[in-house]
């Protein structure tokens, strides 16, 4: 055991005292806050899109299209569909794109309806346009089919919806946003993070072998000490990165926070918009504090950056993402490092490194598609954050959600199984791999390993 | 006297061939063993189950009377013929981890490192990544590497190969030093002049199997083919019934070179009062076989159907 604890040492001395290591560590962080700063520099600027409309169809629709929050529609200049279309370039504020009404269009002829633009229009963007449009002929069929404005206003219904999370403590207000937010963020990091020092593990296996340092090692120490741990110390650095940046980032973040209330405050129709979304949760989350009787919350207002955390399982979320980072880790790692062991250069890793970033990268876009857009609860996803090749990634996207307690546990304990696996299979190909030399390897004979006594 | 390392019918093979049949060896304790052998022999084979890299099928490994155990790790030394050190560590903390594995205490290593490179003259480098060293001193590394924990086996895997003369004088006197302070070295080679000039002991492994062991001297004894070298002056008779001439060249002046071999019951006394009868004499001497020799012998005698080995260490 002291000798494990050596080698550990030593893995994780070498690599935190380079020189990249510190700028990594420096470098992410401020990255960090930088675009954080950015987006919210960026989207506190952000208005509503400007589009021109040439309306040749003589239904007077400029009047009739309601401007909102996320479209505001003006009249085209020029006195042809070409000036139009020279002029939205050059108008100033800047408009995005030109919408035009064919002579053709009729109410009941919608078609030949076109949106001109510099470059594609987003497809958000088109929506946003397209409900307007309907809406405006909506309604101006129904004016035409006898029904005053008033009945029509009626008509319109203007629901709104807040999804309540019932497993939440007091029923909180689902916050979607920051939900899925970090759901990409986690399961981006442990994807990341595990290719990322999986692939140093290999590599620093394969310039052991390279240096022939390997028999002199293996005189001293048994090869599965060797190999845990150079995976241990390379988690070490991985830890010790995260702390470092989760402190950086804390305390830039906390450094810019006045900054980022300065751009809100600069951008009144978002911060108006928001202030009224507020109003209306505290009201509801009142409501509902009251029916289920529970002491109402006081309405608190802050401007920490934190306050998207609000909402989240955020302890769970911390335990499992450490957990299962660690454990997919050691999945991975180890297999990595049983690569590095078999082959004699870097260049002859690619062919088996294969099979082994396959599920990793799968997992990772399975994941989204069924966690992210799917059904975070839904027995695809169940699945997915059981088997422990996807787990780490699949779970970890899966926590903010809120995941069962058996659940958790079930793949925690199939994920330690898992790895224990992975590492056996791996200790066996590499106590042969790495005194072998000169030899081509194929999948046959690392199998063939797997079994050699002694 | 006990042996210090013994191996006692060791069988290793692996999936394409036979590394060592039935291959026993009693090493003595404060001797300079030679493990002679082609390429592809089994010695590697046979120093790895020693280190404990690796175990053998069947048989066993005896220090001092026990059972090979990992608490022997740290009596053992081994420069492996592969050589290598971690390239981008200091020379200093290099040595240190090497010896800490080998379980030495921090503050001992940290001492016997001093010595070690006042000795070797590495002192300049010690604050240097291995990578700016050049090849003699990595080796020099390597040596202290092997013996900083002071063990009592130290097991050498052509310990001269890449070493300039002036260094592999170094190291030798190191050796021999190392012996005179009790270790028992344990010498892997095919290069027989440092064989001859070091070893008390050898064995000599080929296709797996042990062929000859024993001292240097009684081999040599064995291997005698009671041949005389005899120079001198005069005529001599060309056929005998004690003895034969194998060779005969005459030079200038009626001298002579004779190669002649005693037939059974011929004692070399017999031949030179022949000799002293008949000729005037003026060098008598035994032909000694050298290691090399021998090593040649019984490697073509124990390969008869080919000389050249091509199965990969």
């Known amino acids: 055991m002291d000798k494990i604890w050596l080698i550990i040492q030593r893995e994780y001395l070498t690599r935190v005292r380079k020189k990249s290591f510190l700028i990594m560590s420096l470098l992410a962080p401020l990255l960090l806050a930088g675009t954080t700063i950015g987006i919210a520099k960026l989207s506190g600027s952000s208005e509503a899109d400007v589009v021109a409309v040439r309306d040749e169809s003589g239904q007077q629709l400029l009047q009739h299209l309601t401007s909102t929050e996320d479209v505001r529609f003006v009249p085209a200049t020029g006195n042809s569909l070409y000036e139009a279309t020279t002029a939205f370039k050059e108008a100033k504020p800047k408009q995005q794109a030109l919408l035009y009404f064919p002579p053709s269009f009729t109410l009941d002829n919608s078609k030949g309806i076109q949106l001109l633009a510099d470059g594609?229009?987003?497809?958000?963007?088109?929506?946003?346009?397209?409900?307007?449009?309907?809406?405006?002929?909506?309604?101006?069929?129904?004016?035409?089919?006898?029904?005053?404005?008033?009945?029509?206003?009626?008509?319109?219904?203007?629901?709104?919806?807040?999804?309540?999370?019932?497993?939440?403590?007091?029923?909180?207000?689902?916050?979607v946003g920051a939900t899925t937010g970090a759901a990409y963020v986690l399961s981006i990091l442990v994807y990341m993070f595990?290719?990322?020092?999986?692939?140093?593990?290999?590599?620093?296996?394969?310039?052991?072998?390279?240096?022939?340092?390997?028999?002199?090692?293996?005189?001293?120490?048994?090869?599965?000490?060797?190999?845990?741990?150079?995976?241990?110390?390379?988690?070490?650095v991985v830890f010790t990165q995260f702390a470092l940046w989760i402190a950086l980032s804390w305390g830039l973040t906390t450094l810019a926070a006045p900054l980022l209330a300065d751009s809100v405050r600069k951008s009144p129709p978002v911060a108006a918009a928001s202030g009224v979304q507020e109003a209306t949760a505290d009201r509801d989350?009142?409501?509902?504090?009251?029916?289920?009787?529970?002491?109402?919350?006081?309405?608190?207002v802050s401007t920490s950056p934190w306050d998207f955390l609000d909402g989240l399982p955020v302890a769970t979320i911390i335990g499992g993402f450490l957990f299962f980072f660690l454990g997919g880790y050691l999945l991975y790692s180890s297999m990595f490092a049983a690569i590095g062991a078999a082959v004699d250069d870097q260049t002859d890793a690619q062919q088996f490194m294969f099979p082994v970033t396959i599920p990793l990268i799968l997992s990772y876009i399975v994941s989204i598609n069924v966690i992210i857009n799917g059904d975070p609860n839904g027995p695809l996803a169940f699945w997915l954050?059981?088997?422990?090749?996807?787990?780490?990634?699949?779970?970890?996207?899966?926590?903010?959600?809120?995941?069962?307690?058996?659940?958790?546990?079930?793949?925690?304990?199939?994920l330690v199984s898992g790895f224990i696996f992975t590492t056996w299979v791996a200790s066996r190909i590499y106590r042969v791999g790495v005194l072998m030399y000169g030899k081509k390897v194929n999948y046959r004979e690392l199998s063939r390993w797997m079994f050699y006594k002694g | 006297m006990q042996p210090i390392l013994q191996a006692i019918d060791v069988h290793k093979a692996y999936a394409a061939h036979t590394a060592l049949s039935g291959v026993s060896l009693d090493i003595p304790e404060r001797s300079i063993f030679g493990l002679l052998g082609p390429n592809g022999a089994g010695k590697t084979s046979l120093i790895r189950i020693i280190t404990q890299i690796t175990a053998a099928d069947s048989g066993e490994i005896r220090v001092r009377g026990e059972k090979l155990n990992p608490r022997h790790i740290g009596q053992i030394g081994y420069l492996p013929e592969e050589r290598g050190l971690y390239k981008k560590m200091k020379?200093?903390?290099?040595?240190?981890?090497?010896?800490?594995?080998?379980?030495?205490?921090?503050?001992?290593?940290?001492?016997?490192?001093?010595?070690?490179?006042?000795?070797?003259?590495?002192?300049?480098?010690?604050?240097?990544?291995?990578?700016?060293?050049?090849?003699?001193?990595?080796?020099?590394?390597?040596?202290?590497?092997?013996?900083?924990?002071?063990?009592?086996?130290?097991?050498?895997?052509?310990?001269?190969?890449?070493?300039?003369?002036?260094?592999?004088?170094?190291?030798?006197?190191?050796?021999?030093?190392?012996?005179?302070?009790?270790?028992?070295?344990?010498?892997?080679t095919h290069r027989m002049e440092s064989v001859e000039e070091l070893c008390d002991n050898i064995a000599l492994i080929n296709r797996s199997h042990k062929v000859l062991d024993g001292s240097v001297r009684d081999i040599k004894d064995t291997f005698k083919t009671q041949t005389y070298v005899v120079e001198g002056r005069g005529r001599l008779m060309v056929t005998h019934p004690d003895f034969e001439v194998l060779e005969h060249k005459e030079r200038e002046n009626g001298h002579f070179y004779d190669r002649i071999k005693l037939h059974a019951g011929t004692t070399p006394n017999d031949l030179l009062r022949y000799l002293i009868h008949n000729v005037e004499v003026h060098a008598f001497r035994e032909q000694i076989p050298?290691?090399?020799?021998?090593?040649?012998?019984?490697?073509?005698?124990?390969?008869?159907?080919?000389?050249?080995?091509?199965?990969p260490a």
Not at chain 1, 142 to 152: E, K, V, Y
Not at chain 1, 285 to 300: G, L, Q, S, V
Not at chain 1, 395 to 403: I, N, S, W
Request: aromatic residues 6%; glycine residues 6%.
């Open chain 1, 120 to 175: 594609n229009v987003s497809l958000k963007r088109q929506s946003n346009i397209r409900k307007a449009i309907n809406k405006t002929v909506g309604t101006l069929k129904m004016s035409r089919s006898g029904l005053n404005q008033t009945t029509i206003d009626n008509l319109n219904a203007n629901v709104e919806m807040d999804a309540v999370d019932l497993t939440q403590v007091g029923g909180r207000k689902n916050n």
């Open chain 1, 194 to 236: 595990i290719f990322i020092y999986g692939v140093q593990v290999m590599r620093g296996v394969s310039e052991e072998k390279s240096s022939r340092i390997m028999e002199v090692m293996l005189s001293s120490v048994k090869p599965f000490q060797l190999m845990m741990g150079k995976i241990l110390g390379i988690a070490a």
């Open chain 1, 285 to 300: 989350a009142a409501a509902y504090n009251a029916t289920t009787a529970t002491a109402p919350e006081a309405p608190t």
């Open chain 1, 385 to 414: 954050s059981m088997i422990p090749f996807t787990s780490p990634i699949a779970m970890v996207m899966r926590l903010p959600f809120g995941v069962p307690l058996w659940q958790l546990l079930l793949s925690a304990a199939l």
């Open chain 2, 91 to 188: 020379v200093g903390e290099q040595l240190l981890y090497l010896a800490q594995l080998r379980g030495l205490s921090k503050a001992d290593a940290t001492q016997r490192i001093k010595g070690w490179i006042d000795r070797l003259e590495l002192k300049p480098w010690v604050n240097k990544n291995v990578e700016d060293l050049s090849k003699g001193m990595q080796q020099k590394v390597q040596f202290i590497a092997t013996v900083l924990h002071e063990p009592s086996i130290i097991i050498l895997d052509e310990p001269f190969s890449g070493f300039d003369p002036i260094n592999a004088n170094l190291i030798k006197d190191e050796i021999l030093e190392l012996r005179e302070r009790g270790a028992t070295i344990i010498f892997s």
């Open chain 2, 290 to 311: 050298s290691i090399n020799d021998i090593f040649i012998r019984r490697v073509q005698e124990t390969m008869p159907e080919s000389l050249v080995e091509t199965t």
